[in-house]
Structures are given as C-alpha cells and as structure tokens.
C-alpha cells in the first residue's frame, strides 16, 4: 500500500471498516455484491491508472485487514445461508455463443469456450462444467459458478471465479464471491451430480495478467492473507488465444 494513499481516498479507514461491519450485517449472501467491496465511492478518480490501481489496492487492503479481525463472524453468518438446490448442479438444457468479440457476457462466454474445448487448466485440471447454477428458485438472491475443474491425479474438484480480460473488479471480491458460493453449495450434491463423490473440493480465482485482480493479488498482503485463511487458490492467464496458465498458487503456499 502506497504511503500516502489517504489522499486516494474518499473515506477513512475507520469509515470504510464501518462499512464492512454494516455490510456483515446486511444480507450476508451478497456480502461480496456490496458497495464497500467493490470499492465504490471510496476512491477518487485519478488520471494516472497506476494511481488509480494504487488507489483501489489500498481500498482492499483495509477492507482485507478488517476481515480478517471479524473472519469469525463472516463464515459463521455464511454458514447459515438458507439455500438448498432440490435439482441436479449438472444441467446443459441452454447454449450460449462461444464468439469472445462479443461485449456481453465476457465471461460466460469464455467459460462456454474453455468448456466446449474441453481445456486443461494447470492444476485446475479439466474442464468439466460452466456457469454451474446455485439458486433453487429464481427469487434466490445467488449467482452461478463460472467453472467448475477436475485434476485427476488429485481427485479435487475446483469451483472457479473466472475474470475476463481488463476486468476491474478486486480480487477481494472474487475472493468474497467464490467463498460464498462455496458455503452455498450443497458440497456432497455436487460432487455427486457431477461422479465425483469422494473429490476434495476447491475454491479458486482465475484472472488475466491485464486485470485488476492480477495486480492487487502482486500489491496487496492482506487480501492475500485472507486468501490463505478462506483457503482460495490463485491462477492468471495471458491471453485468449491459448488460455495457458502463467502463474498458479495453491492456498497453502499464498503469504
């Protein structure tokens, strides 16, 4: 965090942990959907883009530090998520264009072409669903799982959040995002809808090296940290054109 990141910011950080002890309070499904997490309204508007990713890093950083005072808290209250999904996880009763110069839905379509290519992803593994749905009725306030991996050799099963080229989101976000899920899901269901009944089941993040996510997980300890006690792996990509995986940590060797 730079020194004098106070002057990149709207609020105090005794604002901004204020807003995260609001939003621990609010619907906690969402949690990683609030405006505090995502940085909004918090950083000033800087010419420089490096500013500017300084900026929205030292936002995430003491969001990140307040978390991880209040990580109790935070799993206890996503323990208690009331969802059940009745109907099978493994569903492909949709298609989706698999055209990457779409606008649209970026990563969805990503996701739809890394599944249809049937890709290996490092120590994700392979491909083995998309956009993999959460809610057991329509008024559930959830997402979807952008991809889900195995690795064979391992026996786990990765649930992924997935970011598209460019993408501005924090990778506190993600982070927040793919641990709710996580506590959603009903694990022993999914492994099973999907054959894999006696899998380890993981969380991972997967960026592009141009999104922001990428720089705050190189510029940001804190948020890292909270990536090792939440157990989230981390995984970047350079391209669209071949999807290799460039860089990968495990959890348990994130510091």
């Known amino acids: 965090m730079p020194t004098d990141y106070k002057s990149l ?12 002890d609001k939003a621990l309070d609010d619907d906690i499904s969402i949690f990683y959907d609030s405006p505090v997490i995502k940085g909004a309204g918090l950083v000033k508007i800087q010419r420089s883009k490096e500013l500017s990713e300084q900026a929205h ?26 969802i059940t999904r009745e109907s099978s996880y ?9 055209d990457l110069n779409q606008s649209n839905r970026k990563e969805e379509l ?5 599944y249809n290519d049937k890709m290996t992803l490092g120590s994700l593994g392979n491909v083995m669903d998309f956009q993999t749905p959460l809610k057991n009725k329509e008024t559930d306030s959830v997402g979807k799982i952008d991809l889900l991996s195995y690795n064979e050799k391992e026996n786990s099963m990765s649930m ?14 993600c982070v927040t995002e ?7 899901v009903n694990k022993k ?4 809808d999907f054959g894999k009944p006696n899998a380890n089941l993981r969380m991972a993040v997967l960026v592009f090296e141009d999104c922001r996510a990428y720089y705050q997980f190189n510029n940001c ?12 792996d981390f995984y970047a990509m350079k391209s669209t054109d071949d999807f290799k995986i460039t860089f990968e940590r495990r959890c348990e060797d994130i510091r």
């Open 178 to 184: 793919i641990y709710t899920y996580n506590k959603i």
């Open 221 to 232: 300890p804190n948020v890292r940290k909270l990536m090792y006690k939440l157990k989230v």
């Open 90 to 98: 493994k569903i492909h009763s949709y298609q989706v264009s698999s």
């Open 189 to 192: 269901k999914l492994l099973d």
């Open 160 to 173: 992924i959040e997935l970011k598209a080229p460019q993408n501005t989101e924090s990778l506190l976000r």
């Open 9 to 20: 910011l709207l609020k105090t950080d005794t604002e901004i942990c204020s807003m995260i």
């Open 110 to 114: 990503i996701a739809h072409k890394m």
């Open 57 to 82: 890093a030292a936002c995430s950083e003491i969001c990140a530090t307040r978390l991880l005072e209040r990580i109790d808290t935070m799993i206890d209250k996503l323990h208690n998520i009331p």
